[in-house]
């Protein structure tokens, strides 16, 4: 430790601005070094110098210089403003761990070593308080020192609370096994305990699971995983399953009711990487704390019931095939370990019901009350909007969003690129800068985001990084004489996280950072074929959403956004919607180039999208051709609007113009009247419907740079408007389902069934109704449009459509009573013959239907995807129930596996004769669903079942209509409709 006499005599020369000049400031230095060796000897020496490790020790922290480092970076840092401190501690004693590995026991004795040195120097220095900079050298060890000192009691306080546990564990083991001796628990404990508190330090926020069938019902983790003992925990992104999975193992460690139970934590990115196996993963964390036989003692663990097992994010797995080999070991363990505790979590999106019938659990979401109790703590009084408390559900975006929100008091938040950069400024030193506290050494914002992101970019599919590795990699970035300042800084930011490895905070900091390297190092213009691979990659997308939010040029955005929309309608669409606002740099709003550049925003998206995307039905949205109207093929989409004089409303309409003819045109507000007097004149000529829209620009929240997102709001708004109305290409089973419904209000063809027939009835009441008017366009009988039915029954004669054969079968008998429930008109017989062929029907016409519909769109759906596919019905027929009412009606559950055969094939009914029988199936279908098609080497996309009555098959939602196949049908295709635009 000598060396560090001379390490804190060069740190006060560095700062002290000529404290030490001179003859009598040599001779104080002089006495501060002697005072310090003396005090280092009698306080470390004596106590530490014949510890195994300590030659060590002492050689890694003098060539490191640690302690130099750790107080220069501190030196303009506040206390309490960040966690830098211990995170750079932690980060050399790691160091020193993996450069040593028979020494991680001593983690404590290190801490504690360093802790006295920081004291020392304290004590050393605090005598010179009248230097102003050595006052804050002084200060800085003593901060230090403290939260060392701290930490340690902290972690000695929770050993206290675990010491029943470890006795417990103890004497069972000591009766099993004769080695458990060598197991050295207290310190593994310590282990624990340390990543506990660490996290919980972070702004953890304590919050119930719920059940997914029961959403109104709180559960405490530790109690939900003692009730069910395997449980799954499901969330976004950022929603707190870590913190949720280390706050539980905080529990394990010292609740009672876990006396005798001992926990272990594995994230699952050290899954294939560190270890192969989640049994290979306990031995692992185990290992350094027995000198014994581990693989023995695991075994004994496990076949006790005596391990909870911790395996957090399933979704952080980096391979399929290690997924799968991951889902089966957890199955595996569960089945044949029944007895120990699993605690599994995982994102939504990345987990398809593979781990069967365990218990699955959901994260509560901040509540407002919450969030706003948190933002009174900080002193943050903004007046937070509806949008911000949804967001803010999310702990990782609050945590996030209360840093901006001490900044800029923002209303509205839609560019989460301006979040994180806004965020990563103030960690990265604005905070003391506004203070007008200026570092010794600083590394500039642009640096810190270059090297960020150039590591995030070239490591995007590792979820980690060695300590050593990550130290080599920056020596690549950095010279020798900066590479400490360098690690320093990216450290004191707090978007990494350094535990035995380097890590990303989240997997937001990577994505975030690898969209700035790409978009600030990659011009889109001279690597389109490289965007365009990275397109193809699921993992990829959040990476181009963060990047639609940092152009800082227009018409770089719009080349970026226009080659997304292209090329990926559903990512487009989350562009807009975090993309940059740049309306500071478009001319005054109101201007008529403010209002033509709107304008042309919309009609552009608008157009391009529903020529691109909705082809084959262009015709059915707004403008829709008229009767009369000529060139209707060769024309165009074009728009005609104008801005109010203060900028805050709009007024527009969509046209057909020729090829030649301009797209836009702006007008200004008075003339608006004479524009509709023509264009209804045109509309009634061209014998069209015409539709004006109106938007309030400042309360939408839509001004400026916003024209895509209001053509993108519309086209959602009108697909929703087709799919209600029902007037998409449909299969030949829904137009006889139609048809059938309409002549049933004909009394004059309601009883025939003669194609021929029933079209010369129609034809005849049409020319009839027709005699003696000189203006007829339109004829409506009983609420049927004859002109309609007309159409409907030559389409099919002319396609040739068995008009019996596309019908669903009808009741076929009648109880002897005067009123029935509507299953009572079929037999059993019937009731499975209509049954499948309404699902048989459903799969054909909705295959037919998107391809035809959608020929842009259809391979994205997940449905369409997982075709061909066999339905599977259980059927409950409750033939059981004695009473015969509304409870009695016969219960099917549907979902579908992968097809035997290249073409969809009927349903498979499993009969089932017991409400208990019924429900004990139901578990059993997740891994059918996944088993079918793994046998096929394939890999489902739209996982789950639905549960509902017989009348689902008989009963139309609409009671003026008679067409569940139809319902049904366009039910599904909104939802694959959704999957790429969003809620309609």
Not at 141 to 166: D, H, P, R, T, V
Not at 188 to 205: G, M, P, Q, T
Not at 636 to 649: L, P, Q, R
Request: proline share 2%; net charge neutral; aromatic share 14%.
């Amino acid at each position: 430790m000598k060396w560090l006499a001379s390490e804190i005599g060069s740190i006060l020369v560095e700062v002290g601005k000529g404290s030490f000049n001179g003859f009598w400031g040599k001779i104080k230095l002089f006495h501060i070094k002697k005072k310090l060796k003396k005090k280092l000897f009698c306080v470390v020496l004596n106590i530490y110098g014949d510890k195994l490790f300590y030659n060590e020790l002492d050689y890694f922290l003098s060539t490191n210089k640690v302690i130099h480092n750790v107080i220069i970076n501190c030196e303009s840092v506040p206390i309490h403003q960040y966690r830098s401190r211990s995170q750079m501690i932690q980060y050399y004693v790691q160091l020193f761990s993996e450069k040593h590995p028979n020494y991680v026991h001593y983690k404590s004795e290190i801490y504690s070593i360093l802790q006295r040195c920081f004291e020392l120097i304290f004590n050393t220095l605090n005598d010179m308080s009248t230097d102003e900079n050595i006052r804050v050298i002084s200060n800085i060890a003593k901060e230090l020192a403290g939260e060392l000192s701290i930490e340690m009691k902290e972690i000695k306080g929770e050993l206290s609370l675990i010491n029943n546990k470890i006795d417990t564990l103890l004497v069972r083991n000591e009766r099993k096994l004769d080695d458990t001796k060598n197991i050295v628990l207290e310190q593994y404990f310590e282990c624990l305990a340390r990543l506990y508190l660490e996290k919980k330090n972070y702004s953890f926020i304590s919050r119930n699971l719920f059940f997914k069938d029961e959403e109104e019902k709180d559960i405490d983790s530790l109690e939900a995983l003692l009730k069910n003992r395997h449980l799954l925990l499901l969330g976004d992104a950022g929603y707190g399953k870590t913190y949720e999975s280390i706050d539980l193992l905080s529990k394990v460690c010292t609740d009672p009711k876990t006396n005798g139970l001992l926990p272990f934590y594995l994230p699952l990115y050290e899954y294939e990487t560190i270890y192969s196996s989640i049994i290979e993963g306990i031995q692992y964390k185990i290992k350094p704390f027995c000198e014994g036989n581990s693989e023995k003692l695991v075994k004994q663990w496990l076949a006790n019931g005596q391990i909870v097992l911790i395996l957090d994010g399933i979704d952080d797995i980096q391979t399929y095939k290690a997924r799968n080999k991951f889902i089966a070991e957890a199955k595996n363990i569960a089945l044949q370990y029944e007895q120990c505790y699993l605690f599994i979590t995982s994102r939504f999106n990345r987990y398809n019901g593979e781990l069967g019938n365990i218990r699955e659990y959901y994260l509560r979401g901040l509540s407002r009350d919450i969030i706003r109790e948190q933002l009174q703590d900080e002193n943050i009084h903004t007046e937070v909007p509806d949008n911000y408390y949804q967001l803010f559900e999310n702990p990782m975006f609050f945590n996030v969003g209360k840093t901006v929100l001490k900044k800029n008091h923002h209303r509205e938040l839609f560019n989460r690129s301006i979040l994180f950069e806004e965020l990563m400024i103030l960690l990265c030193g604005e905070w003391d800068k506004r203070k007008g506290i200026l570092p010794v050494q600083s590394v500039s914002y642009t640096d810190i985001f270059g090297l960020l992101g150039q590591y995030a970019f070239d490591n995007f599919n590792q979820s980690y990084s060695r300590i050593l590795e990550f130290d080599q990699y920056i020596s690549k970035y950095t010279t020798s004489e900066n590479k400490s300042l360098f690690i320093n800084t990216l450290l004191g930011t707090g978007v990494l996280k350094v535990t035995d490895k380097v890590t990303f905070a989240h997997k937001l900091f990577k994505e975030y950072f690898a969209a700035y390297h790409m978009v600030h190092t990659y011009a889109l213009s001279e690597n389109t074929s490289m965007y365009l691979e990275l397109l193809k990659r699921d993992d990829w997308k959040e990476v181009f959403v963060f990047a639609s939010g940092m152009y800082n040029k227009i018409e770089y955005q719009d080349a970026y956004l226009d080659f997304i929309m292209n090329n990926n309608l559903q990512l487009y669409i989350e562009c807009i919607n975090a993309k940059s606002d740049l309306s500071i740099q478009l001319t005054l709003s109101g201007s008529s180039e403010f209002v033509k550049r709107y304008l042309n925003q919309i009609v552009k998206t608008y157009a391009f999208i529903v020529d691109m995307y909705f082809q084959p039905i262009k015709f059915c949205f707004d403008p829709k051709p008229g009767k009369a109207e000529e060139n209707i093929d060769v024309k165009k989409i074009g728009i005609v609007g104008c801005m109010s004089k203060n900028g805050e409303h709009l007024s527009y309409w969509f046209d057909r113009v020729m090829p030649n003819e301009k797209e836009v045109l702006c007008i200004d507000e008075e003339q608006i009247a004479e524009y509709h007097k023509c264009r209804e004149r045109q509309a009634l000529f061209k014998r069209k419907n015409i539709t004006s829209y109106w938007l309030n620009l400042s309360t939408s929240g839509l001004v400026g740079d916003s024209g895509r997102k209001v053509a993108i709001d519309l086209i959602k708004k009108e697909i929703g408007s087709i799919l209600e109305k029902k007037i998409l290409f449909e299969s030949k089973y829904l137009l006889c389902e139609r048809l059938d419904n309409c002549k049933s209000k004909i009394k004059e063809i309601k009883d025939l069934s003669d194609l021929t027939q029933m079209y010369t009835i129609v034809e005849n009441m049409i020319q009839k109704e027709a005699e003696g008017k000189t203006n007829f366009v339109g004829y409506k009988k009983n609420g049927i449009d004859m002109f309609y039915l007309y159409s409907l029954l030559k389409i099919i004669i002319e396609n040739d459509i068995e008009y019996s054969d596309c019908l669903l079968p009808k009741e076929d008998t009648r109880p002897n009573k005067s009123s029935c429930w509507t299953w009572e008109l079929y037999t059993d017989a019937q009731k499975t013959n209509r049954i499948s062929k309404f699902f048989y029907f459903h799969q054909i016409s909705y295959l037919e239907m998107v391809e035809t519909n959608f020929p842009m769109l259809f391979n994205k759906f997940s449905r369409y995807i997982d075709a061909p596919y066999q339905n599977i019905v259980l059927i409950y027929l409750r033939e059981d129930r004695e009473q015969k009412d509304m409870f009695s009606e016969p219960v099917i559950t549907h979902y579908y596996i992968a097809s035997p055969t290249n073409y969809p094939e009927p349903p498979q009914f499993r009969y089932q004769s017991s409400q208990d029988e019924y429900i004990g199936y139901r578990n059993d279908i997740y891994n059918e669903i996944k088993q079918s098609y793994l046998k096929q080497g394939k890999e489902v996309h739209e996982f789950g079942y639905s549960q509902t009555g017989f009348t689902f098959t008989t009963t139309s939602r609409k009671f003026s209509e008679n067409s569940p196949l139809s319902d049904y049908v366009y039910a599904s295709i909104k939802e694959s409709i959704e999957e790429i635009l969003g809620k309609l």
